[in-house]
């Protein structure tokens, strides 16, 4: 295929369906399966893309080398205005060229069907493999109840057995938070969407312009001395033998340090992919005992499918945590490749979840230990092209972080079982406000799919939110409180947020969107509302199921 060979849809789905790797890219279709396994942000931030126009995210995530090296996969370019599909990773469902072929054949042989069968790009059906006419994986609002439909097919354990009135309760309660958000924000429809975008581009265009992509390192210069000052105090008091206090200063260390390597992370401290990932290794790895890469794998995800509870890694918290009913079904994560039961555990904890919120918190270090050594073992990371070296350089950066906290500190330093005990769990109980200001950004906005007619710009600011607070706190919450600029733009240096956010602000006012802010109180509670709701939903869909199994016993008797 030539670089300027015109594509149609139909081209585009027979390629998918055949199992190839497209994405659209400021009119160019990219084939990516020869980027797959060498990607630095992971596998699965290109699939949610697949059959979709993904200028945006691009845009927002990649440097002006990445965006050259495009081209190199470059098969052809597309004309006029392009309608997203449905990923295949989401559900979508993708027709071969045979049964393009057929289905144009039939539609120009038989008048009767020519209604229910087109071929172009503006087809709204699809011939299925048995014959049967179906709604195409064209995403639009009439395509919603589809898209639930395919994810109750392929999220739910076909040895999990729903009882009919539970299903019913949380496909009403869904279908309430849809139409809440359709009725809330900006209409779906092209031109809206449109008016949006451009938008928010002419936004990306004037901050560039403007400097905000600029790092400004002397930020970076008052944070380092809050550093060695926590630092320097944990150490003190370890050699006094004030155990606790040590422990405690080192937990504000490492909450303090993880602001940093978010940063880099984002590649938004030098904008090097090489000085950014041993910034971040150093901080994460070496200092903190935390995986970077998987951080990315993971974090990369959230940002394209930011409060989606069957892709988000981020809101997948059972068996703690639940922040849409969709998670009493045995969803399947795309992200984590497996079945995230609503178990046992989860029947007991999610009823509860408002209450048990912050002391779960506490122990959401832990957690991250056990993510980033899986991330590492397995090798999840990718193993081919620039960023392979990654997995070794963060293997030895744990490997290293063990020996100087685990031997040298808590073995070494802290002279009994219990003290030691009480050292570590001081110390990763310390951190738990980072978990919080993570979680307090998200737990609270939507998590309705309004589907890939959505544009970017809104997406992000529909699902995100932001906390208000006096500049001289800025240090405590790390540049997390200003979530909406951050999703909007990932790769701008967190310094910048607060000058960008009345940019922001005036945008939304121009698109006619809510720019969603709290005071960090008032924030708290607009997530521990959310999850009471949730937790209540919990209850009734027990008693429901509670109820229907003694009338199916009483049935039997």
Not at 160 to 174: K, Q, S
Not at 383 to 392: E, I, S
Request: aromatic share 12%.
């Amino acid at each position: 295929m030539g670089l300027k060979q015109h594509l149609s849809s139909d081209d585009v789905e027979a390629m998918i369906a055949d199992g190839k790797t497209i994405v659209i890219y400021e009119n160019r279709v990219l084939r990516l399966d020869s980027w797959l396994h060498k990607h630095p942000g992971g596998d699965k931030v290109v699939f949610h893309m697949v059959g979709r126009n993904a200028t945006d995210e691009f845009n927002a995530y990649h440097s002006d080398e990445a965006k050259a090296l495009s081209r190199k996969f470059q098969i052809g370019r597309i004309e006029g205005v392009w309608k997203n599909f449905v990923p295949p990773i989401q559900g979508g469902f993708f027709r071969t060229k045979d049964m393009i072929d057929e289905a144009i054949t039939i539609s120009s042989g038989s008048s009767s069907r020519s209604s229910s069968i087109s071929s172009g790009s503006s087809s709204d059906d699809i011939l299925t493999l048995n014959g049967i006419v179906a709604p195409k994986r064209h995403d639009s609002l009439d395509s919603m109840t589809d898209s639930e439909e395919v994810q109750k097919v392929t999220v739910v354990s076909p040895s999990v057995l729903e009882p009919p009135a539970r299903t019913e309760l949380m496909a009403e309660y869904d279908r309430k938070l849809v139409e809440h958000d359709l009725e809330k924000y900006p209409s779906l429809d092209y031109g809206t969407q449109t008016f949006i975008t451009n938008r928010y581009r002419e936004l990306e265009a004037m901050l560039h312009r403007e400097g905000y992509f600029k790092c400004t390192y002397w930020g970076y210069g008052s944070e380092c001395v809050r550093y060695f000052t926590l630092a320097a105090l944990s150490y003190y008091f370890l050699q006094i033998k004030w155990y606790l206090l040590s422990a405690t200063c080192l937990g504000l260390f490492w909450h303090q340090l993880m602001f940093t390597a978010h940063d880099a992370g984002h590649r938004a401290i030098t904008h090097s992919f090489f000085w950014d990932n041993i910034i971040g290794g150093l901080i994460a790895n070496y200092i903190s005992g935390l995986s970077i890469g998987w951080w990315k794998s993971s974090h990369n995800v959230h940002h394209f499918v930011t409060n989606d509870p069957v892709h988000d890694p981020d809101i997948q918290q059972l068996p703690f945590f639940a922040v849409s009913t969709k998670s009493f079904s045995n969803i399947f994560s795309t992200y984590y490749n497996r079945l995230i039961q609503f178990d046992a555990v989860a029947q007991i904890m999610v009823p509860i979840q408002n209450l048990t919120y912050y002391p779960v918190l506490c122990f959401g270090r832990f957690n991250l230990h056990r993510l980033s050594w899986e991330h590492l073992l397995i090798g999840k990371g990718p193993r081919h092209g620039d960023a392979a070296w990654l997995r070794y350089y963060e293997i030895i950066g744990v490997i290293a972080f063990w020996y100087w906290y685990g031997y040298w500190l808590v073995y070494l330093q802290v002279p009994t079982i219990s003290t030691r005990i009480g050292y570590v769990l001081v110390s990763h109980i310390a951190t738990m406000p980072l978990h919080v200001q993570v979680t307090l950004s998200h737990f609270a906005m939507s998590t309705a799919d309004l589907g890939v007619s959505e544009s970017f710009a809104q997406k992000m600011l529909r699902t995100t939110m932001d906390i208000d607070c006096p500049a001289w706190l800025d240090f405590l919450h790390g540049g997390l409180q200003f979530q909406a600029v951050h999703h909007l733009f990932p790769r701008m240096p967190r310094h910048n947020f607060r000058a960008a956010q009345k940019h922001v602000i005036d945008f939304c006012k121009n698109i006619g969107m809510e720019y969603c802010i709290y005071g960090f109180v008032d924030g708290n509670k607009e997530v521990l509302s959310k999850l009471e709701d949730i937790a209540k939903q919990a209850s009734i869909m027990a008693e429901c199921t509670t109820h229907m199994k003694k009338e199916a016993m009483s049935g039997l008797n």
